[in-house]
């Protein structure tokens, strides 16, 4: 082999080795930061609800809440898109519903409901995101797909446009 095929041959290596390091090393890192920050704000952001007296620090509410995110936080780095399918298939069906949703039967203030589960969904969300962009097979299968499924949202009519609108703007100011 000539002087120019090693070259190549180790130029190619150096790029395969950078481009793995970046989707499996730096990409993840820098998603579970963004994800760590964003979620760290959630919590502080219910921490001064309570401290404005809005929310007792001793009610099941706050506690549920603050151990909701807390737990997201803790285990957002393990959590897979095949973990997840998996807990949600072995998960039995009366345990699917959120206590979190039980306890938000009782509060009284619509506000401070909505605020909650607003907080709740939020952190799901952000998990959510960290699974689907950490993961190169889903961000393959979105590319592939991404124009059927923007095809099927602009055959249903206006009112899905309308709604894809304002979930674009939701991820746009919440996260």
Aim: contains cysteine; aromatic residues 10%.
């Amino acid at each position: 082999m000539s002087l120019d095929r090693y070259i190549s041959l180790l130029e190619m290596l150096l790029a395969a080795g950078l481009l793995f390091w970046l989707i499996y090393g730096l990409w993840p890192a820098l998603l579970l930061r963004l994800a760590h920050e964003q979620l760290l704000a959630l919590r502080d952001d219910l921490f001064f609800l309570a401290a404005e007296g809005k929310l007792a620090f001793d009610s099941n509410e706050y506690q549920q809440t603050w151990n909701h995110i807390n737990r997201t936080i803790k285990y957002c780095h393990n959590i897979t898109w095949l973990r997840f399918l998996l807990f949600r298939r072995l998960l039995k069906p009366e345990h699917r519903r959120s206590p979190l949703d039980a306890l938000l039967e009782d509060v009284r203030d619509e506000e401070l409901k909505a605020h909650i589960r607003k907080q709740t969904d939020t952190a799901l969300l952000i998990a959510g995101l960290v699974i689907w962009l950490r993961s190169p097979l889903l961000l393959l299968f979105t590319m592939c797909f991404l124009p059927f499924l923007l095809m099927a949202r602009l055959l249903r009519g206006p009112e899905s446009l309308d709604s894809l609108r304002d979930n674009i703007q939701h991820l746009g100011t919440d996260i």
